[in-house]
């Protein structure tokens, strides 16, 4: 049969055609070298923005950007839906993510897709079982253990659990039941997790050295659902875990025992004008050299407006609960910060863009670039 | 305990002997289990005696069912069925109802009354971008408040599990 496939060497060689032509230009033919074809073995050096470029209408990606010049270095395929989860020392990256057999339709393979940052090679993945929440991007729905055995997905039927893979192994280990619970946050040691319960409680597991089993311990409430209920982002700063409430009061957990414990509550926007609340999505993000905490907010703040974009970053100095500086910014949705000393911040918007801002000595912000982004970008990691 | 963490208490307790029982079948997909947990949620939320309002509803008050600031749409996160050949109640042709849902609490300027709405997506067809894209969160929370959250998809427990498009059907009135 002829056609297409005879057609194809034709077109490619009239292709090539073209550049030797005009590449030659007025050089002598013997002095032309052609080039070669080829893949580029890894990404530029330097140091990384990973973007979830999450998409529910098929393929997604995780955007890795040059820090300095937010020059996109490469895309991680995903699935649709998909949650991003990177590495401490930046140089691994997951994806929970779905496929669709027929991509809207069909059965739901979820999968768990490794992926080496520097050659952004793919692999290996392990085959989840098809329970994982089909959720916008959080960070806390997909976590790894502080001692980087295992890596902990959000599941959700819509009952919650959460599936424990073995790194190691390549291999789901266990599904937790976490009934009427969300969100997973991980100690700083070991391999225990807590996660929010909806009556205003956190349990948290600790696993056993293999992973197959776990231990539950039940704190008392530590926030009021009805009245003042908390988002689910979480920032770490030393022993203490972040957590805001919708009304803008910035809560301290200590998760270092088998329970977690409250160890404080400040109230951020009291004696400020305007109805200032905080919204977005990754709408914290803290450096703890600074011990600052970055707070996107909104005004004139009403019931449902805890998504709105953020029109002010507050920087929270952290030894004293008071705003150190407040930055105007472009509605972003979701925020993070580097863990340096002269730190920088990121943000995304919902209209796809990318904007890094530098932060001066008081902690106020001044934009330094942009790029455009893709997908719904509600979730972003940076590292050193 | 409210209603509500009640009924997702209930829930979660309903799938719980399930989902011990496949943590040992790791590499094995389980329609069966996923479905299970699904129609427990399909049968308890339609039904939701739901009675807080957290609050009065702000952005929420027109009153043209094409526009993302029509009433009904407190809570709405997505896109809008009627716009995509379906109406207020009806997921558009060759779609599945989503089997699970949401349920918002909105104020019918009309009457000013307080309805629960209960917002089910539509399955498995391409996400309908001809539409307006909604996200209205009047008492939206976040998924340990499951019934209350906007921002999964709630195809989740049907058989076809991409996202179309989301309804707004009132299945009752807050005391």
């Given at each position: 049969?002829t056609?297409?496939?005879?057609k194809?060497?034709?077109v490619?060689?009239?292709?090539?055609a073209?550049?030797?032509t005009?590449?030659?230009?007025?050089?002598?033919?013997q002095?032309?070298?052609?080039?070669?074809?080829s893949v580029?073995?890894?990404?530029?050096p330097?140091?990384?923005?990973?973007?979830n470029q999450?998409?529910?209408?098929?393929?997604?990606?995780?955007a890795?950007?040059?820090?300095?010049?937010?020059?996109?270095?490469a895309l991680?395929p995903?699935g649709a839906?998909?949650?991003?989860?990177v590495s401490?020392?930046?140089?691994?990256?997951?994806?929970?993510s779905?496929?669709?057999k027929?991509?809207t339709?069909?059965?739901?393979?979820?999968?768990?897709?490794r992926f080496?940052?520097?050659?952004?090679?793919?692999?290996?993945?392990?085959?989840?079982?098809?329970k994982?929440?089909?959720?916008?991007?959080y960070t806390?729905?997909?976590r790894?253990s502080?001692?980087?055995?295992?890596?902990l997905?959000?599941?959700?039927?819509?009952?919650?659990?959460?599936?424990?893979?073995d790194?190691?192994?390549?291999?789901?280990?266990?599904?937790?039941?976490?009934p009427?619970?969300w969100?997973?946050?991980?100690a700083?040691e070991?391999?225990?997790?807590?996660?929010?319960?909806g009556?205003?409680t956190?349990?948290?597991?600790?696993?056993?050295a293999?992973?197959?089993?776990?231990?539950?311990?039940?704190?008392?409430?530590v926030f009021?659902?009805?009245t003042?209920?908390?988002f689910?982002?979480?920032?770490?700063?030393?022993?203490?875990l972040l957590f805001?409430?919708?009304?803008?009061?910035?809560?301290?957990?200590s998760?270092?025992?088998?329970?977690?414990?409250?160890?404080?509550?400040t109230?951020l926007?009291?004696g400020?004008?305007?109805g200032?609340?905080?919204?977005?999505?990754e709408?914290?993000?803290?450096?703890a050299a600074?011990?600052?905490?970055?707070?996107?907010?909104?005004?004139?703040s009403?019931d449902?407006?805890?998504?709105?974009?953020?029109?002010?970053?507050?920087?929270?100095?952290?030894a004293t609960?008071?705003?150190?500086a407040?930055?105007?910014?472009?509605?972003?949705?979701?925020?993070?910060?580097?863990?340096?000393?002269?730190p920088?911040?990121?943000?995304t918007?919902?209209e796809?863009?990318?904007?890094?801002?530098?932060?001066?000595?008081?902690?106020a912000?001044?934009?330094?670039?942009?790029?455009g982004?893709a997908?719904?970008?509600?979730?972003?990691?940076?590292t050193? | 305990?409210?209603?509500?963490?009640?009924?997702t208490?209930?829930?979660?307790?309903?799938?719980?002997?399930g989902?011990r029982?496949?943590?040992h079948k790791?590499g094995?997909?389980?329609?069966?289990?996923r479905?299970?947990?699904?129609l427990v949620?399909?049968?308890?939320?339609?039904?939701l005696?739901?009675d807080?309002?957290?609050?009065?509803?702000?952005?929420?008050?027109?009153?043209?069912?094409?526009?993302?600031?029509?009433?009904?749409?407190?809570?709405?996160d997505?896109?809008?069925c009627?716009?995509c050949?379906?109406?207020?109640?009806?997921c558009?042709?060759?779609?599945?109802?989503?089997?699970v849902?949401w349920?918002?609490?909105?104020?019918?300027?009309?009457d000013?009354?307080?309805?629960?709405?209960?917002?089910?997506?539509?399955?498995?067809?391409?996400?309908?971008?001809n539409?307006?894209?909604?996200?209205?969160n009047?008492?939206?929370?976040?998924g340990?408040?499951m019934?209350?959250h906007?921002?999964?998809n709630?195809c989740m427990?049907?058989?076809s599990?991409?996202?179309?498009?989301t309804?707004?059907?009132?299945v009752?009135?807050?005391?």
């Amino acid at each position: 049969m002829t056609g297409p496939s005879l057609k194809a060497p034709v077109v490619l060689a009239a292709a090539m055609a073209v550049p030797l032509t005009l590449a030659g230009g007025p050089a002598p033919a013997q002095d032309f070298v052609p080039e070669t074809l080829s893949v580029k073995p890894t990404i530029d050096p330097g140091p990384n923005v990973f973007v979830n470029q999450q998409q529910w209408i098929g393929a997604g990606s995780i955007a890795i950007f040059d820090q300095a010049t937010l020059k996109l270095k490469a895309l991680l395929p995903t699935g649709a839906m998909g949650q991003m989860l990177v590495s401490a020392d930046g140089k691994t990256a997951w994806a929970q993510s779905s496929f669709l057999k027929r991509t809207t339709y069909g059965p739901n393979e979820m999968v768990l897709t490794r992926f080496d940052v520097e050659t952004a090679a793919i692999g290996p993945e392990v085959i989840l079982p098809p329970k994982a929440a089909m959720a916008l991007g959080y960070t806390p729905l997909l976590r790894h253990s502080a001692d980087g055995r295992f890596v902990l997905v959000q599941n959700a039927t819509p009952a919650s659990s959460v599936t424990v893979v073995d790194v190691t192994a390549q291999t789901v280990v266990q599904e937790i039941p976490t009934p009427g619970c969300w969100g997973i946050y991980p100690a700083a040691e070991g391999a225990r997790f807590s996660t929010i319960c909806g009556d205003g409680t956190f349990a948290s597991y600790t696993l056993s050295a293999d992973g197959t089993g776990a231990e539950k311990a039940t704190s008392a409430a530590v926030f009021d659902p009805e009245t003042d209920p908390i988002f689910i982002e979480d920032e770490r700063v030393g022993d203490a875990l972040l957590f805001l409430t919708y009304s803008g009061k910035l809560i301290r957990l200590s998760d270092t025992g088998a329970a977690v414990e409250k160890l404080s509550e400040t109230d951020l926007v009291a004696g400020i004008e305007g109805g200032w609340a905080p919204g977005g999505y990754e709408l914290i993000a803290a450096n703890a050299a600074k011990n600052v905490l970055f707070v996107g907010m909104h005004p004139e703040s009403f019931d449902g407006s805890h998504k709105k974009g953020m029109e002010e970053i507050w920087a929270i100095d952290l030894a004293t609960g008071t705003v150190a500086a407040r930055s105007k910014v472009e509605h972003l949705s979701s925020i993070t910060v580097t863990p340096a000393a002269a730190p920088v911040l990121f943000g995304t918007t919902e209209e796809g863009k990318l904007i890094r801002y530098d932060i001066d000595a008081g902690m106020a912000l001044t934009k330094s670039a942009e790029t455009g982004l893709a997908g719904f970008a509600m979730s972003l990691w940076v590292t050193e | 305990m409210d209603i509500l963490a009640k009924i997702t208490d209930l829930m979660d307790r309903a799938t719980e002997a399930g989902v011990r029982g496949v943590a040992h079948k790791t590499g094995r997909r389980s329609f069966l289990a996923r479905m299970g947990g699904g129609l427990v949620g399909a049968a308890l939320m339609p039904v939701l005696p739901y009675d807080r309002t957290f609050g009065t509803a702000f952005a929420a008050t027109g009153e043209d069912e094409y526009a993302c600031d029509y009433w009904r749409y407190c809570a709405l996160d997505g896109n809008l069925c009627n716009s995509c050949g379906g109406t207020l109640t009806e997921c558009p042709p060759g779609s599945e109802t989503s089997k699970v849902s949401w349920v918002g609490t909105c104020r019918n300027p009309s009457d000013g009354k307080d309805y629960l709405v209960s917002y089910n997506d539509c399955c498995g067809r391409t996400a309908c971008d001809n539409s307006p894209f909604c996200n209205q969160n009047v008492g939206e929370r976040p998924g340990y408040r499951m019934g209350l959250h906007n921002d999964i998809n709630w195809c989740m427990a049907n058989t076809s599990q991409g996202y179309h498009c989301t309804v707004a059907v009132l299945v009752g009135i807050a005391e």
